[in-house]
């Protein structure tokens, strides 16, 4: 189907909907004219977006940054510097890195 018609099934409009493909958080599905076309895969797709938006109070540029969060081991670093610097999240412990790798090479080494 058509960006309008997927629209109305949505309850969205066709601009948000290419909004939407900017950001990413739409499946790459275009035909031979560059015309996007809806199936029921793009649909549910966009509908989980819209339903995770709503249940977390986020809007649509902040669920394409935490897909970006996901998928970029970079900005996923970044992400999780920030988090412990601002008390969001836990380092993991260093001396219980350090006894698990120091174990695991006198493991590799034969020894006990």
């Known amino acids: 189907m058509r960006i309008t018609e997927a629209a109305r099934r949505l309850g969205t409009s066709p601009r948000m909907l290419r909004y939407r493909e900017t ?12 015309h996007r076309r809806f199936g029921e895969a793009e649909l549910r797709a966009v509908a989980l977006a819209l339903a995770l938006e709503r249940r977390y109070d986020i809007s649509p540029a902040e669920l394409a940054f935490g897909l970006r969060v996901l998928a970029d081991p970079e900005v996923r670093a970044d992400v999780r510097e920030l988090g412990e610097r601002v008390g969001r999240l836990s380092a993991p412990p260093a001396r219980a ?3 698990e790798k120091e174990k695991a090479l006198r493991l590799l080494r034969g020894r006990p």
């Not at 950001?23 to 560059?34: A, D, I, N």
């Open 97 to 99: 890195l350090d006894f």
């Open 23 to 34: 950001l990413g958080l739409l499946p790459p599905t275009r035909e031979r004219q560059g």
